[in-house]
Every structure is written in C-alpha cells, then in structure tokens.
C-alpha cells in the first residue's frame, strides 16, 4: 500500500463521498453484490463484513446513481463494525478489502468508487474455495450458461474483445481472456482481429459488428 493509501483509510472524515466505478466488461458479466453468486462464492474471498458493505453501497447507488455520502459511524453501527482503532478499525479494512479485490478505487482521500457488480472469481480465487465449493462454482456455470445463437455469441465476443482492449489490454490477453469465459478459440481469435480493426478505423465503431 502506498503513502496517499495509506493516509486515505485513516478517514479524517465522518462522510465518504460514494460514486460509480462504470466497467463495461464487469457490468456485462459480473454479480450484483447481493445476488446469490456472491453469497456463496464471493463470501469466503471477501469476508462477510465486506460483503455486507458492498451490498449496502449498491442500496445506496440505486438510490442515488449520481453518487452520494456515506455516513462512515453510521454505517459501522449498522453492520455492527468499529470505527475505533483509526485506519486498523474494522470498517476501515472492509473498505480496504473492497478496494485491494478490485471492487473500488479511490479517487481522492475522501471520495470512493464502487463497481456495481463483482467479477466471476478467478482460477485463483477459486481455488481458495473448499472442494466443495469449487465443485459447486461449475456446477453454477454450467446451470447459468445462456444459450446463445451463433449471431449473438459472435457479437458479445466482438463486444467484449473490443471493451478489453479499450481497457489497455493487448491482443493476446485479450484472447486468452475470451477462453476464460468460454468462447470457442476460433471465435475469440476473430473477435480480437475484429476488434483491433474497429479501433485502427477512424469515428465511432465501438458499436458496430460484423
């Protein structure tokens, strides 16, 4: 952690200003916070404190999308956390874990931004889960597949490859990311080549397919 991370979660302030993190890849293939998906799964990575805090952040942006204040000794009352004990405080390292598991950033000492929804967990995250666990992660995927024409599979991989780009990733990550979320080689490689020629074209393409 750095110094400026380090200075943030001392929370000189009683109000966080809270505000959307927009990811186009995540919002497409994530888990809202209180969605069964990150109840079971999600809950032994994170611990059960953050959970609870992201869930209330997501109340929060559906009431006010624009963003808003958290009320920092209020909302360690209702989820029966402390604020004693400065940046070692129990709400202070829920707030960390949200932010060290990539579901927010800061972006000023008093400012938070929140995803919307939680990834899938990684290979190596799912590795942390018990047996049992783990062999009921791919039952879920296997059960929550959609089926998906050819035409909508080929233009969600196009989408997603050109999202994944955008976001700075190369070509080969790119690719391999695709396999990760099951798209066939074939496809993924030409979602990529599809990709990278929206971009080296001129205007807005971030919409076409084809």
Do not use: N
Request: include cysteine; glycine fraction near 8%.
């Amino acid at each position: 952690m750095d110094r400026m991370e380090t200075a943030e979660l001392t929370f000189p302030t009683e109000r966080l200003a809270i505000s959307t993190w927009p990811d186009p890849v995540i919002d497409e293939l994530g888990h809202d916070p209180r969605s069964a998906y990150v109840e079971r799964f999600w809950l032994a990575i994170l611990g059960p404190s953050t959970v609870w805090l992201l869930r209330r952040l997501a109340d929060g942006l559906d009431a006010s999308p624009d963003g808003y204040l958290l009320d920092l000794p209020d909302t360690a009352r209702a989820l029966g956390l402390g604020m004693r004990g400065g940046r070692h405080s129990p709400l202070v390292r829920s707030v960390e874990r949200v932010c060290r598991f990539g579901a927010g950033r800061w972006q000023g000492p008093e400012e938070l931004s929140v995803r919307r929804k939680l990834a899938p967990l990684t290979r190596a995250q799912l590795e942390r889960l018990p047996p049992s666990l783990q062999a009921e992660h791919h039952a879920w995927l296997e059960r929550d597949t959609p089926v998906a024409s050819a035409a909508e599979l080929r233009d969600r991989a196009h989408q997603l490859a050109l999202s994944l780009l955008e976001l700075g990733e190369d070509a080969a990550g790119t690719e391999r990311q695709l396999h990760r979320w099951r798209f066939h080689p074939a496809l993924a490689h030409e979602a990529v080549d599809w990709a990278r020629r929206q971009r080296e074209e001129p205007g807005d393409t971030g919409a076409r397919s084809g």
